[in-house]
């Protein structure tokens, strides 16, 4: 991978965030342990737009296959500070019109003025307060990573803040005091850890995630993908396999997930996309769901 590639232009043909690495090869975990019969490491990065765009499969990959399937989420550091110039963005504000596009393409709401009006400086303290979230608990920490993103991608907030950080923290029901410490101490070499085992495995952009079965056998599965990869992915590793069937409801999927878009409650409530947003708008309409609204797309939330 050249070096000068830059790993902001989220390419939407491919659905990749690429970061420059060596010509290393992807390894294979040691001594891996599996819970269930299959282990997704799921290498992704608070900022990263193609990550917020498989939102939709990873949750329906939940649902359907949460008793076969363990995800260990880790960091990948995608922008490590503004430090360089390459393929037409060396600024923040030349981020802004390349987030506002792939927002269409992978139709969730992506606001880009985030980077003219509160820029991030880097990708590193948010991916570090995820691991300080981690260390306390490990789902309330993938809730975490979702309020973040929500605050980035449709709050237009820097969640290098530590103010911004603190508030998801609390919403989640973390301990914000001792947060703050592992955040400033041990998430620290956490990050670090998840940023070798990325150069060890041989990632080379986000999302990557790789699906591993008990004798450390794996499927890769790189970039945006349709829901019908993630799922092929996890045949391959585990033919026996179990497809479960899940209440598609409006109330039951928000009770799942409290925020959902329109493009994820259409996947998740195996509903057109046309459909599953004017049910949502219904229910809005009635009061029985708050609409944030964004100049791309919408976010509803229970009230």
Avoid at 36 to 49: E, H, L, N, R
Avoid at 289 to 296: A, F, P, R, S
């Amino acid at each position: 991978m050249a070096q000068n590639n830059n790993p902001l232009l989220c390419d939407p043909a491919t659905g990749i965030c690429e970061i420059a690495t060596t010509n290393q090869s992807a390894s294979k975990l040691q001594n891996n342990t599996l819970e269930k019969p299959v282990k997704i490491i799921y290498f992704t990065d608070p900022i990263c737009s193609s990550c917020w765009g498989i939102e939709p499969q990873l949750r329906k990959l939940k649902l359907e296959y949460g008793t076969e399937i363990e995800i260990e989420y880790r960091m990948g550091g995608l922008l490590p500070d503004w430090s360089y110039n390459s393929g037409g963005i060396s600024k923040p504000s030349d981020l802004a019109h390349h987030w506002n596009e792939v927002s269409l393409y992978y139709d969730m709401p992506i606001d880009g003025d985030v980077w003219l009006e509160n820029p991030l400086h880097s990708s590193y303290p948010p991916s570090i307060a995820f691991k300080a979230a981690q260390i306390q608990n490990k789902e309330k920490a993938i809730h975490f990573l979702r309020k973040i993103r929500e605050m980035v991608f449709l709050e237009k907030k820097n969640i290098c803040n530590w103010e911004h950080l603190a508030q998801a923290a609390s919403e989640c029901g973390l301990d914000v005091q001792q947060m703050k410490i592992d955040y400033e101490n041990k998430a620290i070499e956490d990050f670090k850890q998840d940023l070798a085992l990325g150069r060890q495995m041989g990632v080379r952009g986000f999302p990557t995630l790789f699906f591993l079965d008990d004798s450390q056998n794996q499927q890769i599965l790189y970039g945006f993908k349709p829901y019908a990869a993630f799922e092929e992915m996890i045949i391959k590793v585990f033919p026996k396999a179990l497809k479960k069937n899940y209440e598609t409801s409006w109330n039951s999927l928000f009770n799942k997930y409290p925020s959902l878009t329109a493009k994820e409650f259409s996947e998740l409530s195996n509903l057109s996309r046309k459909e599953g947003e004017q049910i949502l708008n219904d229910l809005s309409q009635k009061g029985t769901l708050i609409k944030c609204q964004t100049k791309n797309g919408a976010l509803w939330k229970l009230k």
